[in-house]
């Protein structure tokens, strides 16, 4: 059974920093695309960032040069870096796995169940 289990979610002010972290198990992490997505109330899930079998990584614009994707694929767990958070950065923060899904979410194979982080002024 795939099993991705996000941790690392929380209250933070404006400007502070989140590690999130997925640990993943029931399938063949070291060679899977890995991601965030996220999901603001009433909006839809979108891209946050990605990190394929090779380390190479993509990252929404919205993002770039704040948050940091990285995996460990000795001990099946993916992070994600936040730094300089905004409140627009609010939701809940989603792993996912499986395929060649860059940022699209209706790619994504499994799903965790998430980590709400929120961002106050």
């Known amino acids: 059974e795939v099993q991705l289990v996000e941790s690392g979610g929380g209250s933070v002010q404006s400007g502070g920093s989140l590690r999130l972290s997925c640990s993943a198990s029931?399938?063949?992490?070291?060679?899977?695309?890995i991601g965030w997505f996220r999901q603001a109330p009433e909006k839809d899930r979108e891209g946050v960032a990605r990190?394929?079998?090779?380390?190479?990584?993509n990252l929404a614009n919205s993002v770039k040069g704040r948050f940091t994707i990285s995996r460990d694929n000795a001990g099946n767990i993916l992070y994600l870096e936040m730094n300089s958070l905004k409140p627009e950065n609010s939701a809940m923060y989603y792993c996912?796995?499986?395929?060649?899904?860059?940022?699209?979410?209706?790619?994504?194979?499994?799903w965790g169940q998430g980590t709400q982080v929120t961002v106050s002024s």
């Open positions: 990190i394929d079998r090779f380390g190479n990584t």
């Open positions: 996912a796995a499986g395929g060649d899904f860059y940022l699209r979410p209706e790619s994504v194979e499994f």
């Open positions: 029931g399938f063949t992490f070291g060679t899977s695309d």
